[in-house]
């Protein structure tokens, strides 16, 4: 990477980190500490405030990402976090959970992913794309996993209306690594243009990784519907979760980078692409397997640690090919209609996954996300990898 890239790669990735990690230290503590707010009785009520922010920030993306093409990344970025911050405000104020879900549905509205990711393909080149992506997915695993060690804590000191007041400060930060630490963007890309909606939904190589955002994080998120429960099962207080997926997580990044950035400059990404899916349906089958009897610790362990290595290589190459695939003055657009599949994908795994435990338990589950994982598969089959643009001047 050059300087420029590696700052870009840097300070974008701190972006997506310090938005996700007040995002996450929330969410293990969520629905406990909102029954103690005025409303908190009614699941229904809790659950809105809970799922409400991927709702509005599905919708969302594609606007904010289209705007992007038009009138430049980095004040859109600002933009959204500043939306972001007040939505987090509002949640610390909340006297009951309607207005609890009303500061998470504004968050939501900060909808921000499709520019720093269209930013992040303009200023790298194709033959290092992924690796920064990668980057950026790195930092968002990291702080899911920081989260989990540290959400306990910090919500026994601060509370719930605390946390969120700290993800505001959080918020703020990365306004301010927008305005003084992320590279000017490419002049070239500001005011391109109102970005083609029609020509991307009309593209089908774009599409293809569309639904498999989709089918990933809807399988993604199905499972910790019932993983946390095999886990306490098999004899790991909920507190000590991240001694297992802290390690699953980092063992994986190490695996990634030693296959993933060799094997695409080998001209295999195609192929490491389709592993990657293979093995996330193979862990469902795995996790069908244990939820038959006692779940066992090691077993889980292992699977979840084979999850994450089809899920990082899976999360690096996606965004990288869709910036590839897609022209350059419509790229804030391809990422808003990817990111918004993405978000979709959460919303409906947690609907899923939730229907499917209760009416036919955690096998019914993980057989359902193997054959998604399936489907999946056979979409992604015709797949073409995107060249590489190896003569491309770097920034």
């Known amino acids: 990477m050059t300087p420029t890239e590696r700052r870009a790669s840097a300070s974008l990735a701190l972006i997506f980190a310090l938005r996700m990690l007040g995002l996450f230290l929330v969410l293990p503590v969520f629905a406990l500490e909102a029954r103690r707010l005025p409303g908190g009785d009614d699941p229904v009520w809790v659950g809105l405030a809970m799922g409400v922010y991927g709702l509005t920030q599905g919708c969302l993306q594609i606007p904010f990402g289209m705007a992007s093409d038009r009138f430049g990344r980095k004040r859109v970025m600002v933009i959204g976090l500043v939306i972001f911050a007040l939505g987090s405000l509002l949640a610390a104020l909340a006297p009951s959970v309607a207005w609890l879900a009303c500061g998470r549905a504004l968050q939501g509205a900060g909808a921000i992913s499709a520019a720093v990711t269209a930013l992040l393909a303009d200023q790298t080149r194709d033959v290092v794309r992924t690796k920064a992506m990668a980057l950026v997915g790195a930092s968002i695993g990291l702080m899911f996993a920081l989260s989990l060690v540290l959400s306990p804590l910090l919500n026994a000191w601060l509370g719930l209306h605390g946390l969120f007041a700290l993800t505001a400060l959080l918020a703020t930060g990365g306004i301010a690594v927008v305005l003084w ?215």
């Open 181 to 395: 630490w992320v590279p000017p963007e490419p002049a070239k890309h500001v005011d391109a243009g109102r970005g083609g909606l029609r020509d991307v939904l009309a593209d089908a190589a774009l599409m293809r990784l569309n639904a498999g955002v989709f089918l990933l994080h809807a399988v993604q998120l199905a499972m910790w519907v019932a993983l946390p429960a095999m886990l306490v099962q098999a004899g790991l207080d909920k507190d000590s979760h991240w001694k297992v997926y802290l390690p699953a997580v980092l063992g994986s990044f190490v695996v990634m980078g030693m296959s993933l950035f060799r094997l695409e400059r080998a001209g295999y990404l195609r192929a490491v692409f389709l592993v990657a899916i293979g093995l996330i349906g193979t862990v469902q089958l795995g996790l069908w397997v244990v939820a038959q009897g006692q779940p066992g610790l090691l077993p889980l362990a292992w699977l979840l640690f084979v999850f994450f290595c089809g899920f990082n290589v899976l999360e690096a190459s996606q965004p990288s090919m869709v910036s590839r695939l897609a022209p350059a003055s419509v790229r804030g657009t391809a990422m808003g209609v990817y990111n918004t599949l993405q978000s979709l994908g959460f919303f409906v795994g947690g609907m899923a996954g939730g229907w499917l435990t209760k009416n036919h338990g955690a096998q019914g589950l993980f057989a359902v996300a193997a054959m998604a994982m399936l489907v999946w598969l056979v979409i992604a089959w015709p797949m073409r990898q995107p060249p590489l643009a190896h003569a491309a001047k770097a920034p």
